[in-house]
């Protein structure tokens, strides 16, 4: 593969990578993308090995051929805890100082 189409390549995989809002950008996958553009790696052999591993991470390749059983994602002590957790992350980059504190405050106290 020559440095044009693994430029090309990877131009495509950040445009298509989705953003993490949690990590900084310093140390985002975008920001590894941005560096690979500005200098592919020189042995073309890596380069592509390193797309392809790219492109079946964006597909879900790995996902889709080993698929988590119901029981793992949803455990008896606690079966809302993936859940709870994915609306956490989701929520966590939005709120502010004052969302913050009234989230830790909620948490110390629980009423049943």
């Known amino acids: 593969?020559?440095?044009?189409?693994?430029?090309?390549?990877y131009t495509r995989i950040l445009t298509r990578w989705?953003?993490?809002?949690?990590?900084?950008?310093e140390r985002s996958f975008q920001h590894l993308l941005r560096q690979r553009i500005q200098s592919?790696?020189?042995?073309?052999?890596?380069?592509?090995?390193?797309?392809?591993?790219?492109?079946?991470?964006?597909?879900?390749?790995?996902?889709?051929?080993?698929?988590?059983?119901?029981?793992?994602?949803?455990?008896?002590?606690?079966?809302n805890h993936y859940t709870d957790l994915a609306r956490e992350l989701e929520e966590a980059p939005s709120r502010t100082w004052f969302g913050n504190f009234a989230k830790r405050v909620k948490n110390m106290v629980r009423f049943k």
């Open 1 to 9: 593969m020559s440095r044009q189409q693994l430029t090309q390549h």
């Open 18 to 25: 989705p953003v993490d809002l949690l990590r900084p950008e």
């Open 40 to 79: 592919p790696p020189t042995d073309s052999a890596v380069g592509g090995k390193e797309v392809n591993a790219a492109y079946l991470l964006l597909d879900n390749t790995f996902t889709k051929q080993f698929p988590l059983p119901q029981s793992l994602m949803k455990p008896a002590s606690n079966p």
